[in-house]
C-alpha cells in the first residue's frame, strides 16, 4: 500500500500543482473578462446581425467572411457548435458559409486566441487566426463546390426567410460594454512595458512573506524552463477570491433572471476587487512585501470604473439580468471542465517522457503534423483545455507546426459531434468534412513549421495567395455549372 502510494502521489501533486499555478496565472484578467464578453455577445447582440450575411443568397464574398467573423464572437467548442451549426443551416445558410462557421468558431474564437497568445506566444495565437481564417474559408468553399447539387436541393426545404430577414441594430450601450470588456482584457493580457511596469510602490512589513513563498515554491516548484510556474503569495489570494467569487454568484447569479439580490452584489463587488488585485505587482522580499501600482492596475481600474457607469446608466435592468445570467451560464459550462483538464494536464506531464514528444513530433515533418492531427481528433478536450496541454507537449518537445496543427484539429472534431453532424448534413457529407479538417490542420502546421524553421515569409504568403486563387477559380467554376432553383 505504501509503495503504491509513492507511486500514485507525484502524479497526483503534480495535477494539483498544475491546477494551483494556473488557477493563479491565467484565469482572472484572461478568461473572466472572457465569459463576460461572450454573456453580452449571447445576451445582447441580435441573433440576426450575426445570421443574417450567411444566407445562401448572399454574395460569396460577404457570406464566407461573415460566417468567420460571426465564429470568432462564439467561445464554443466542437459539441457546443453544433447545435448552432444545425440551426443555421436549416434556416436557409448555405453549406459552404455553414462549414466555415462551424470550423472557425472553435478553431480562433477570440477566447481561445487570447488565451493561446498568453499561454503559448503571440506568434502561434497570430498563425492560429490567419490559417484558420484562409482554410476555414477554403474547407467551406470545398465543400459547397463538392456538395452544390445537394445544396441546391436543400435550398428548397430552407426557410427562405433567414436569408431576407432584416435585424434590429444593436443598442449602444451594449456595443459600449462590449468595447470596455475588450479594452479591459487587452489591458489585463498585453505585455507592454506601459502596462506591467510600477508606477507606485508600497513596502509592507510583513516579515514572514519570504519564508511563506519559500514553502509555496517547495509545494509548487517555479522553473520556467519545463513550464513550471508556481504559486505566489498573490496567487494563493485570488485562488481564495476565486473561491469566493463562486460561492457569491451561485448565490447571487442562478437565479438572476428573477431579479437581483444581495449575492449579486457581493458577487460583482468580489469580482472587480480580484481584477484590480491581479493586475498589481506583488513581490516577496526579505523586508517584507512589495506591491506595485502598475498601468496595468490603473488601466483595470478604469475600465471598471466605465462599465459601472455604463451598467447603471445605459443598459435597463432587464438587459443587465440577461447579460449576467448568460456569463454566469459559459463560466458554470466551461470553468468546470478546465479545472479537470488542467488537472488531468498536471498528472500527464509528470508521466510523459520528452522522448516520446521528440520522436513523433519533435520536427516539422509530415508524420509529426499527422501525429498532431491524429491526437487533436482522437484525444478531444473541450475548449481552451486543448491550450494547456498544447503548452505542456511544446515543454516537452513538440516542434511549433504539429503543435498547431494540434491546436487546429483538437477544437474542431471529436467523435460526438461527428455523429450529430453526421445526423444534420449526412455521413458523407460529414466524413468529408472530416477528412478536410485533418488535412487542413497537416497543412496549416507544415505552413507554420516552415516559417518557424527559417522559409521566408513571403513564399510562405504567396503559398497561401495561390492557395486563394485556386479556390476562387473552382468557386467560379462552382457558381457557373450550378443549377438554379425557382422560387427562393
Not at 493586475?279 to 517584507?288: E, F, K, N, Y
Not at 482522437?378 to 481552451?384: E, N, R
Not at 494540434?406 to 450529430?420: A, R, W
Request: with cysteine; hydrophobic share 60%; net charge neutral.
Amino acid at each position: 500500500m505504501e509503495a503504491l502510494l509513492s507511486a500514485v502521489w507525484p502524479v497526483i501533486h503534480g495535477g494539483l500543482g498544475n491546477l494551483a499555478a494556473y488557477l493563479a496565472a491565467h484565469v482572472l484578467l484572461c478568461l473572466l473578462p472572457a465569459f463576460f464578453i461572450a454573456g453580452a455577445m449571447a445576451a445582447l447582440i441580435p441573433t440576426d446581425i450575426v445570421t443574417r450575411f450567411l444566407g445562401r443568397n448572399s454574395s460569396k464574398t460577404v457570406s464566407y467572411p461573415a460566417a468567420a467573423a460571426a465564429g470568432s464572437l462564439l467561445a464554443v467548442c466542437s459539441c457546443t457548435i453544433v447545435p448552432l451549426f444545425a440551426g443555421i443551416y436549416k434556416k436557409g445558410a448555405g453549406l459552404g458559409p455553414a462549414i466555415t462557421f462551424l470550423f472557425f468558431a472553435p478553431a480562433a474564437n477570440i477566447l481561445a486566441l487570447v488565451y493561446t497568445g498568453s499561454i503559448i506566444g503571440v506568434d502561434l495565437a497570430a498563425a492560429r487566426l490567419i490559417l484558420s481564417l484562409v482554410f476555414g474559408i477554403g474547407i467551406g468553399l470545398i465543400m459547397a463546390l463538392v456538395f452544390r447539387a445537394d445544396d441546391a436541393a436543400h435550398e428548397q426545404e430552407a426557410d427562405s426567410l433567414f436569408a431576407h430577414h432584416a435585424g434590429v441594430g444593436m443598442a449602444r450601450g451594449a456595443v459600449a460594454l462590449l468595447f470596455v470588456w475588450v479594452v479591459l482584457l487587452l489591458t489585463g493580457t498585453l505585455k507592454l512595458e506601459l502596462l506591467t511596469g510600477s508606477y507606485v510602490q508600497i513596502d509592507l512589513p510583513l516579515l514572514a512573506a519570504s519564508s511563506w513563498q519559500d514553502t509555496l515554491n517547495q509545494l509548487v516548484p517555479f522553473d520556467a524552463a519545463k513550464g513550471e510556474e508556481g504559486v505566489s503569495i498573490q496567487g494563493v489570494a485570488l485562488i481564495a477570491l476565486l473561491a469566493a467569487i463562486g460561492w457569491a454568484a451561485w448565490r447571487g447569479l442562478e437565479n438572476i433572471q428573477d431579479g437581483a439580490n444581495r449575492w449579486t452584489g457581493v458577487s460583482l463587488a468580489l469580482i472587480a476587487m480580484t481584477l484590480m488585485l491581479a493586475a498589481l505587482a506583488v513581490q516577496a522580499t526579505p523586508a517584507g512585501l512589495r506591491i506595485g501600482l502598475t498601468g496595468k492596475f490603473f488601466g483595470v481600474t478604469a475600465a471598471l470604473a466605465a462599465l459601472y457607469w455604463i451598467v447603471r446608466t445605459r443598459l435597463s435592468p432587464e438587459a443587465v439580468g440577461d447579460w449576467l445570467w448568460e456569463s454566469w451560464r459559459f463560466a458554470k459550462q466551461i470553468f468546470p471542465l478546465l479545472v479537470i483538464g488542467v488537472f488531468v494536464v498536471g498528472m500527464i506531464r509528470v508521466l510523459i517522457r520528452p522522448e516520446w514528444i521528440e520522436m513523433l513530433a519533435g520536427a516539422n515533418t509530415v508524420l509529426g503534423n499527422l501525429a498532431g492531427v491524429t491526437f487533436g481528433v482522437f484525444m478531444y478536450f473541450p475548449t481552451l483545455v486543448e491550450v494547456p496541454i498544447a503548452r505542456m507537449f511544446l515543454d516537452l518537445g513538440m516542434h511549433r507546426g504539429p503543435l498547431l496543427a494540434y491546436l487546429m484539429s483538437d477544437p474542431e472534431l471529436s467523435l460526438q459531434s461527428i455523429l450529430i453532424i453526421s445526423a444534420i448534413i449526412g455521413r458523407k457529407k460529414a466524413w468529408t468534412y472530416v477528412g478536410l479538417v485533418a488535412l487542413f490542420s497537416a497543412s496549416a502546421g507544415m505552413t507554420y513549421g516552415a516559417w518557424v524553421d527559417g522559409t521566408s515569409l513571403w513564399t510562405l504568403a504567396l503559398g497561401l495567395a495561390g492557395f486563394v486563387v485556386v479556390l476562387a477559380m473552382l468557386l467560379y467554376v462552382a457558381g457557373r455549372s450550378t443549377p438554379s432553383v425557382k422560387g427562393v
